[in-house]
């Protein structure tokens, strides 16, 4: 992502997307009623034959919705304005379509928070990502570390049997597909697995691609499941290889929070008006809240607000990974506190 310009009177704020991560980070940040002025394609007809017509278009944003199997981010809502005029009919439904590589123009009253996404996403989007092998000796499962959460991949599977006279050469095979598997990719690999699997598979990838061993990192896990990847996150694998990254500080803190609430410290709250009650308080270290709740309530979007001027720290969390399926348990918004609310 690259921020192109912003004018703090307009609020008008011109980005260009370069991934699909990027436009995760825009669906979180756009607020329903902004305006996006973006190019698009209108279907205009002229008699009886119906033609489509390259327009650059402005919506007022009633709906958003990310695709991550489309690579899309489709925003809805009635045209405001457009050219080449004849063929733009104002107040009519349209959709407009980002994908990477295009350039959008976004007109909203900004929150710092939303703004501070952004900036972020444009630092993250110059970070290499990261790819993981969890693997045994017979299946390996492949998963990409995106901004969004995990995305899982294909698995490969071993046909060695140690009864079979070929099995050394069914051995090789398995390696061999995993090996083509990382040398498709240019990003860095985390392989991991139970047993001698992993260790073999390090000395086959030596012998026959060692050009390889300088982007895997190679790391112990119990399980060739997704188990096993949330394994290697919570052992702060992927913190190591690349510093503090968005998964694992949401997996992180909800741990903590946990840890606080089930050892009934008093420094944690949850549910909106116990994080209310904190916030007024300036008690908030960090304040934690689901996306989608962000995006749909105006109670916890004041809240939220509110304890950004108050100098907390702001962490939005995805609601399609496991830290947020768990923070939705707690009310969708919670604090990390400063100091007791009660003795």
Known sequence: MKIIHFDHKTNELKLATDTVDDLWHLEKVLSLGSRVEGHSVRSYKVGKVEEKKHVFITIEVERVEFSKSLN?????????????????????????????GDKI???????SHQLNRLREAE??????????????????????????????GPEMYSSASKKSEKY?????GYFGEIASEIERHPERYVVAGPG????????????????????????????????????????????????????????????????????????????????????????????????????TDKQAEDVVEAADKAKAAIVIISSEEEPGMKLKGFGKIAALLKFRMRD
């Open 168 to 172: 050394e050469e069914g051995v090789r």
């Open 196 to 295: 001698f699997t992993r260790d073999n598979l390090k000395k086959f990838i030596s012998q026959k691609y060692p050009d390889l061993l300088k982007r895997i990192v190679w790391e112990s896990c119990s399980y060739a499941e997704r188990a096993g990847v949330n394994e290697l996150l919570k052992q702060g694998v992927l913190e190591k290889i690349m510093g503090e990254e968005r998964i694992e500080r949401e997996t992180k803190l909800i741990e903590e929070l946990i840890t606080q609430i089930h050892k009934d410290s008093g420094f944690a709250a949850y549910g909106l008006d116990e994080v209310r009650k904190a916030v007024e308080a300036s008690a908030v270290k960090q304040l934690l809240v689901l996306d989608e709740y962000l995006r």
């Open 123 to 152: 630092k993250e989007s110059k970070r290499p990502k990261i790819r993981i092998i969890v693997l045994d000796d017979e299946k390996a499962l492949t998963a990409m570390v995106r901004a969004y959460g995990i995305e899982y």
């Open 72 to 100: 899309r981010l489709r925003l809805l809502g009635k045209i405001v304005a457009g050219d080449p005029v004849e063929f733009v009919q104002l107040g009519k439904y349209h959709t407009i379509e980002v994908s990477p």
């Open 105 to 111: 123009k976004i007109f909203q009253e900004w929150k």
